[in-house]
């Protein structure tokens, strides 16, 4: 299973970017597909996931409401729609699969490498 994260850039604060996660390797239709963010110097944690069937979504408190979340399974792809953009959302996103919409990121099986967004003030 391999997950290629893209998407990532240099944005200002207020914009808005798209990321997007392949998948190869597997059927992704059956897996949860989680969006984590690492910021320099803290832990990961845990941005946004989406049910297999696409019905069901969580977010992170502090992106609710200007992050959206969705997946394509004909595609194998999932995205990740960014907008409102904060400096504090500077980081790397990671995509992960996992066999539940978990929030803890040792509960997902499979990591793409992580693409950076910095946002600009």
């Known amino acids: 299973v391999q997950l290629q994260a893209s998407g990532g850039g240099l944005v200002q604060a207020g914009g808005s970017l798209r990321l997007s996660c392949a998948v190869s390797g597997r059927t992704v239709s059956s897996s949860s597909m989680g969006w984590f963010r690492q910021a320099p110097g803290k832990e990961r944690e845990f941005v946004s996931v989406?049910?297999?069937?696409?019905?069901?979504?969580y977010y992170a408190d502090s992106v609710k409401g200007r992050f959206t979340i969705s997946r394509d399974n004909a595609k194998k792809t999932v995205s990740l729609e960014m907008s409102s953009l904060k400096p504090e959302d500077t980081a790397v996103y990671y995509c992960?699969?996992?066999?539940?919409?978990?929030?803890?990121?040792?509960?997902?099986?499979?990591w793409g490498q992580g693409t950076l967004v910095t946002v600009s003030s």
């Open positions: 989406i049910s297999w069937s696409g019905r069901t979504t």
């Open positions: 992960a699969a996992g066999p539940s919409t978990a929030l803890r990121s040792w509960e997902y099986d499979y």
